[in-house]
Protein backbone atom coordinates (compact mmCIF):
# COMPACT_ATOMS: atom_id res chain seq x y z
CA UNK A 1 0.00 0.00 0.00
CA UNK A 2 1.23 3.56 -0.53
CA UNK A 3 1.61 6.16 2.21
CA UNK A 4 -2.04 7.21 1.29
CA UNK A 5 -4.29 6.09 4.38
CA UNK A 6 -8.10 5.94 3.34
CA UNK A 7 -10.01 4.82 6.33
CA UNK A 8 -13.32 4.13 4.14
CA UNK A 9 -12.49 2.95 0.77
CA UNK A 10 -9.69 0.50 -1.20
CA UNK A 11 -7.87 1.82 -3.84
CA UNK A 12 -9.90 -0.42 -6.57
CA UNK A 13 -12.91 1.74 -5.52
CA UNK A 14 -11.64 5.07 -7.27
CA UNK A 15 -8.97 3.40 -10.15
CA UNK A 16 -10.50 1.20 -12.95
CA UNK A 17 -9.64 -2.23 -13.14
CA UNK A 18 -7.39 -1.79 -16.02
CA UNK A 19 -5.13 0.72 -14.72
CA UNK A 20 -5.65 -1.20 -10.71
CA UNK A 21 -3.96 -4.19 -12.62
CA UNK A 22 -1.18 -2.50 -14.47
CA UNK A 23 0.11 -0.41 -11.30
CA UNK A 24 -1.85 -1.83 -7.99
CA UNK A 25 -2.15 -0.06 -4.91
CA UNK A 26 0.17 2.64 -6.74
CA UNK A 27 -2.81 3.89 -9.11
CA UNK A 28 -3.40 5.95 -6.45
CA UNK A 29 -1.10 8.21 -7.58
CA UNK A 30 -3.55 9.04 -10.64
CA UNK A 31 -6.06 10.76 -8.35
CA UNK A 32 -5.94 14.02 -6.68
CA UNK A 33 -5.33 13.51 -3.26
CA UNK A 34 -7.74 16.46 -2.31
CA UNK A 35 -11.01 14.89 -3.48
CA UNK A 36 -9.73 11.19 -2.30
CA UNK A 37 -9.64 12.81 0.98
CA UNK A 38 -12.65 14.69 1.07
CA UNK A 39 -14.39 11.65 0.11
CA UNK A 40 -13.15 9.68 3.15
CA UNK A 41 -14.01 12.66 5.04
CA UNK A 42 -17.38 12.88 4.16
CA UNK A 43 -18.15 9.57 4.77
CA UNK A 44 -16.39 9.28 8.34
CA UNK A 45 -18.86 12.50 9.01
CA UNK A 46 -22.21 10.82 7.29
CA UNK A 47 -21.08 7.94 9.77
CA UNK A 48 -20.90 10.23 13.00
CA UNK A 49 -24.22 11.76 11.94
CA UNK A 50 -25.82 8.80 11.67
CA UNK A 51 -27.01 8.22 8.29
CA UNK A 52 -24.06 6.28 6.47
CA UNK A 53 -25.55 3.75 4.05
CA UNK A 54 -22.49 3.00 2.41
CA UNK A 55 -21.02 4.71 -0.71
CA UNK A 56 -20.24 2.79 -3.74
CA UNK A 57 -17.93 4.43 -6.17
CA UNK A 58 -16.28 1.50 -8.10
CA UNK A 59 -17.41 -2.42 -7.67
CA UNK A 60 -15.67 -4.04 -10.36
CA UNK A 61 -13.51 -5.62 -7.49
CA UNK A 62 -16.45 -7.38 -5.74
CA UNK A 63 -17.46 -8.57 -9.21
CA UNK A 64 -19.84 -5.54 -9.56
CA UNK A 65 -20.33 -3.49 -13.23
CA UNK A 66 -18.96 0.13 -11.67
CA UNK A 67 -15.27 0.57 -12.27
CA UNK A 68 -15.03 4.27 -14.04
CA UNK A 69 -16.75 6.44 -11.34
CA UNK A 70 -13.17 7.50 -9.44
CA UNK A 71 -10.78 8.00 -12.34
CA UNK A 72 -11.98 7.86 -15.48
CA UNK A 73 -9.96 6.53 -18.82
CA UNK A 74 -10.40 6.51 -22.71
CA UNK A 75 -11.87 2.86 -22.53
CA UNK A 76 -14.84 4.05 -20.45
CA UNK A 77 -17.84 4.68 -23.16
CA UNK A 78 -18.39 8.02 -20.73
CA UNK A 79 -14.84 8.89 -21.18
CA UNK A 80 -14.51 12.96 -22.59
CA UNK A 81 -10.85 14.84 -22.59
CA UNK A 82 -11.95 17.66 -20.20
CA UNK A 83 -14.22 16.07 -17.85
CA UNK A 84 -12.87 16.33 -14.36
CA UNK A 85 -12.56 12.74 -14.19
CA UNK A 86 -10.39 12.27 -16.13
CA UNK A 87 -7.68 13.98 -14.11
CA UNK A 88 -8.89 11.67 -11.18
CA UNK A 89 -10.60 15.19 -9.42
CA UNK A 90 -14.09 13.58 -9.79
CA UNK A 91 -15.67 10.96 -8.03
CA UNK A 92 -19.22 9.66 -8.40
CA UNK A 93 -20.78 7.20 -5.74
CA UNK A 94 -24.44 5.83 -5.24
CA UNK A 95 -26.02 5.04 -1.75
CA UNK A 96 -29.20 4.81 0.20
CA UNK A 97 -28.76 7.41 1.84
CA UNK A 98 -31.15 10.27 0.39
CA UNK A 99 -28.08 12.63 -1.74
CA UNK A 100 -30.20 15.75 -0.54
CA UNK A 101 -28.79 14.95 2.99
CA UNK A 102 -25.39 14.63 1.74
CA UNK A 103 -25.63 17.69 -0.28
CA UNK A 104 -27.15 19.27 2.84
CA UNK A 105 -24.05 18.01 4.93
CA UNK A 106 -21.56 19.85 2.24
CA UNK A 107 -23.38 22.76 1.27
CA UNK A 108 -24.19 23.35 5.61
CA UNK A 109 -20.18 22.65 6.31
CA UNK A 110 -18.43 24.93 3.91
CA UNK A 111 -15.14 25.06 6.36
CA UNK A 112 -15.44 21.14 6.55
CA UNK A 113 -15.51 20.51 2.71
CA UNK A 114 -13.16 22.83 1.62
CA UNK A 115 -11.70 20.80 -1.11
CA UNK A 116 -14.98 19.77 -2.51
CA UNK A 117 -15.55 22.89 -4.96
CA UNK A 118 -18.57 21.24 -7.12
CA UNK A 119 -21.21 19.70 -7.09
CA UNK A 120 -23.53 18.03 -9.70
CA UNK A 121 -27.39 17.84 -8.41
CA UNK A 122 -31.12 16.57 -9.82
CA UNK A 123 -29.24 13.50 -10.14
CA UNK A 124 -29.87 10.21 -8.56
CA UNK A 125 -26.05 9.62 -7.71
CA UNK A 126 -23.81 12.07 -5.80
CA UNK A 127 -20.97 13.70 -7.91
CA UNK A 128 -18.43 15.91 -6.29
CA UNK A 129 -15.27 17.16 -7.47
CA UNK A 130 -12.45 19.34 -6.98
CA UNK A 131 -11.60 21.77 -9.42
CA UNK A 132 -11.35 25.13 -9.64
CA UNK A 133 -13.75 27.38 -10.68
CA UNK A 134 -13.52 29.41 -13.29
CA UNK A 135 -15.30 32.53 -10.85
CA UNK A 136 -13.66 32.23 -8.39
CA UNK A 137 -16.26 30.80 -6.37
CA UNK A 138 -15.40 28.68 -3.47
CA UNK A 139 -18.35 26.18 -4.70
CA UNK A 140 -20.47 25.69 -7.49
CA UNK A 141 -23.81 23.83 -7.76
CA UNK A 142 -24.84 22.50 -11.19
CA UNK A 143 -27.84 20.71 -12.48
CA UNK A 144 -27.68 19.07 -15.93
CA UNK A 145 -31.39 20.72 -16.25
CA UNK A 146 -30.74 23.78 -14.84
CA UNK A 147 -27.41 25.02 -15.25
CA UNK A 148 -25.63 27.07 -12.12
CA UNK A 149 -27.93 26.66 -9.09
CA UNK A 150 -27.38 29.65 -6.43
CA UNK A 151 -26.34 27.87 -3.02
CA UNK A 152 -29.16 29.96 -1.49
CA UNK A 153 -31.72 28.45 -4.11
CA UNK A 154 -30.54 25.06 -3.94
CA UNK A 155 -30.54 25.38 0.77
CA UNK A 156 -34.33 26.63 0.21
CA UNK A 157 -35.13 23.48 -2.12
CA UNK A 158 -33.54 21.45 0.40
CA UNK A 159 -35.47 22.51 3.39
CA UNK A 160 -38.31 21.02 1.91
CA UNK A 161 -37.19 17.94 0.73
Known amino acids: M ?3 RLNNF ?3 ELIPAALYQH ?17 DLLRDNMRVLGV ?13 TRQ ?5 TPASTDYSPSSQHTFGRAIDFITKTPIADIHRQI ?6 YTEI ?12 DCRV ?7 TLWSPKRGVVSIEQYRAELMVK
Open 2 to 4: TNV
Open 10 to 12: VVQ
Open 23 to 39: RGDKAIECMDLRIVKAL
Open 52 to 64: DNGFIVNNWHLGG
Open 68 to 72: FSGLR
Open 107 to 112: IDNPSV
Open 117 to 128: TFIEIDIHWCHI
Open 133 to 139: NSDGSAL
